[in-house]
Structure formats: structure tokens, C-alpha cells
């Protein structure tokens, strides 16, 4: 009789590309290296700022600029619309189960792809998409290292022209919420007002934290995470000191920012060193300051 492969049986070589993960970030080189795998989707998932009609910074999709300068064979992710919930109050908000495993099969992501997100940012956008991935039961991701800042700076190849379609996912890879992952605002004042244990670590820009944060915050903005030479996150050591009154801290720890972007990349970097009692403020200050009520401090 012939053996035939059970459905559930992993491909060798998507296996092995996955196993070769080792941790929430890939270098450039392990990219070139694996670049056109089976079984590997490369997603850009830039989003970058605009001005509405009132004159206020928003955020728009990156596909145009994708469509420009991207790595040979990505596809683009949309966290303006599909990776985020474009109906819900605040910005950004993550999208619902359904929704979330609908746009991931839309740009190739089955149950046993293995996915590399970058953006052409601080690696804020990025992490973001890997932390939705994570969020969702998808541990198969990491974040390039560096982005295609990095990747560009090192002369490795790049491409451009009419964006097509991302092949969809012949089997859609299932998706559902896992817990330890999410924290809301009744939480979060909790932490505030000591009723329950926790850190809060803010990854808004210095200024912005300057003029306002919640109560208690340690202030992580993006920049300080990276090496302004290369884009690139910093090692671990350097990392310990900046996140230093973090880590002496009793956990969980939660991030926040604006809308729950920069704060992806301060829970990767956490991951970097080894926490994994980590959970992101999905509203952010969005959401906090939405209610007048809410306690605001300052370093005035």
C-alpha cells in the first residue's frame, strides 16, 4: 500500500526554516541566506505620516512607497486597514480573530509559513505586525533587524514596480486570541492606583512623554532601543540599561504609546531579554486620555 502524508504533517523545509528562528528577530544576513524559501513570506508593514484635513498628524498606508523600494519577493501588510480594526474608535486597534486570520491569508500566510516582517521606519511598524502574529496562536515570526534601512545600507538587492496581489494562502492558518497578550484600561488604572501589581513602560518620543504620560511610567521611547548607526536593535547589555527601572520592577509589565505601535517595538525589545510577562495597552493614551477623568502626569 502506498504511504501517503498526513494532512497535518509538517514540509521538511518549512520545519527547518522555522526551527532556524531563534528568538524574535533575523539578521539581514539570515534573511539573504533564506530569501525565496518555501514555506517564508517577507511582509513590509510600513505605515507612514500624513495630515488630515484639520492639519493633524495621521498615519496612512505605506503601500506607495512599497511599491517603490521594497525586498525582492515581500509582500505588503496594511496596518491601516485589514491588520487593524479601521471601524473601531481608536487608532489602530486590533482587529478580531476572523478579521486578523482573513488579511494574514490575503498576503500568503497559511498554518506553516514562516513570516519576516519589516518596515522602512524604527522598526516600530514591524514589531507591531510580529506582536499581532504572536497575539493571534502565529509564532512562526520575527522582525528583520534593522529593516530595509539596514538592509539597503548593506548594498543588498531590492526591486520595485507594480505591486501585485500576494498569492492567498491555500489553507488559511486559524487564528484566535491567546491569552497574556492584552491588558485595558481598567487594568491599567489599576496598576496606577496600586490595587494591582504591575510596570508601565511608555514608548512615545521623549518630548511627547515630557508632556504627558500615565502616572508611574518609565519612559523607552523607540530611538533609545536602536543603534543610530545601523538601525538596528541594541544589544542586550545596552538594552538592560535602558530599561533598567523596568526590569528592577515587579511584573507584568505594560506597554503603551499613542496607539499601541511604538510600544510593539519596547515589548520585542523585553523579549529580547528574556520577559515574558509582557502585555501592550492596545488603546494607549488614545483610549486613556479619551476619558477626562484619567490621571496625566508630566516632567514639568
Known sequence: MTETSSPSAQPAATTALASALDGPLVSTQWLADH???????????????????????VYVSGRPAFAETRIPGSAFADLVDGFSDAEAPFAFTRPGADAFAEAAAAVGVGPETTVVVY???????????WYLFRAFGHDRV????????????????????????????AVPAPAAEQPGFWVDTEEVAAIVDGTRPGALVCGT??????????????SAPVARLLDRETNAFLPAA?????????????????????????????AL????????????????LGE?????????????
Open 269 to 284: 525589545a523585553l523579549a529580547l531579554l528574556g520577559r515574558n510577562d509582557v502585555l501592550l495597552y492596545d488603546g494607549s
Open 119 to 129: 518596515d522602512t521606519a524604527l522598526g516600530q511598524w514591524a514589531s507591531r505586525l
Open 142 to 169: 520575527a522582525v528583520l533587524d534593522g529593516g530595509l534601512a539596514k538592509w539597503s545600507a548593506e548594498g543588498r538587492p531590492v526591486e520595485a514596480g507594480d505591486v501585485h496581489a500576494a498569492q492567498a494562502a
Open 205 to 218: 518620543p521623549a518630548r511627547d512623554f515630557a508632556a504627558r504620560h500615565i502616572p508611574g511610567s518609565t
Open 35 to 57: 530569501l525565496g524559501a518555501e514555506g517564508l513570506v517577507v511582509l513590509d508593514a510600513t505605515a507612514v505620516p500624513s495630515r488630515d484635513a484639520d492639519g493633524h498628524t
Open 238 to 266: 545596552e538594552l538592560r540599561g535602558v530599561l533598567a527601572d523596568v526590569l528592577a520592577a515587579p511584573g507584568p509589565i505594560v506597554v503603551y504609546c499613542g496607539a499601541g505601535i511604538a510600544a510593539a517595538a519596547d
Open 288 to 300: 486613556w486620555t479619551a476619558d477626562p477623568a484619567a490621571p496625566l502626569a508630566s516632567a514639568a
